[in-house]
């Protein structure tokens, strides 16, 4: 493999770690973080991405609209589950518990 080959790899690599990093500590329309800093900040790796390589940016994109969707899916799940298990349990501390947690997934 060429040098420069394998520093456009790296660099790809980095940008997308990069980006995960900062839509982590993202909340779009909060008081707490200055979002056009933040926002400023996203939008410059994402533009560094496209111009190092239009695919990789692209590609980036699908695999996280692909983890959003399997995150929401998932929660879809194990909120179901909860509410079938709510029926079979006696204890009201451990009800109250659960029924909170359920309250948490329908939130989101």
Known sequence: MKYDKLQKLLEIQYLKGRLDE??????????????????????????????TDELAY?????????????????KGYVKDLLIKCKEQITDEKLLMELEQQINRYVQK
């Open 22 to 51: 900062l839509y982590k500590g993202y909340v779009p329309n909060s008081i707490d973080t200055n979002d056009r800093i933040v926002d400023s900040r996203i939008s410059k790796y994402e533009n560094k991405l496209k111009e």
């Open 58 to 74: 692209h590609l980036y994109y699908v695999e996280r609209e692909n983890r959003l969707w399997s995150k929401k899916k998932g």
